[in-house]
Structure formats: C-alpha cells, structure tokens
C-alpha cells in the first residue's frame, strides 16, 4: 500500500497546507494519474500566471520513498483535495 504526503506553498497569501491518503482510496484514473507525474522527468511545466500552488507529494512504497514539485495546474482534484489549510 502506497502513502501519499502532500504539502501546498505558494498562491496569494502564501499559506501552506498539508495532507495524507492511502493511495488505495484513490480511483483507478487517479491512481494512474499519480503515477504518471511521477514517471515524468522534473522539473514539470509551470502553471501559468501568478501566485500559484506548488505541491510537493512525497509517496511511500514497499521500495522507497519518492518525491516531486506539481505545480498547481497538473496536480489530480483527489490530491489536492486532501491538503488542509495551515495556519501560521
């Protein structure tokens, strides 16, 4: 079982945010999702405009521990949809 940690920085006001979910709760189409922004070669394209998120999802398998920087405008609804606000 695949654990996804997923923390947010950026946009307007600079909040951070933090989040966690099994990877099996995730949909097959979200799954393959993830899977795919992590074959892909960094740094990803960034989102276009100003003051947008950057997440940084950190997965964790039986093998290791992988991470990488999605900007906001790739990153699948069910991730960031896990991310709650921190406050300072």
Known sequence: ???LTIERR???ANLTGRGELDADSL???????VDALF?????LPPA???DRYVYVVTRVTAVG????????HLMPAALA????????
């Not at 949909?27 to 999702?33: E, I, L, N, Q, V």
């Not at 074959?39 to 740094?43: A, D, F, K, L, Y």
């Open 65 to 72: 521990r992988e991470k990488i920087e999605v900007p906001e």
């Open 39 to 43: 074959r892909r070669r960094p740094p």
């Open 81 to 88: 949809n896990a991310v709650k606000d921190e406050l300072p």
């Open 10 to 12: 950026g946009g307007l």
């Open 27 to 33: 949909s097959a189409a979200d799954r393959a999702a």
């Open 1 to 3: 079982m695949d654990r």
């Open 48 to 50: 276009p405009g100003a």
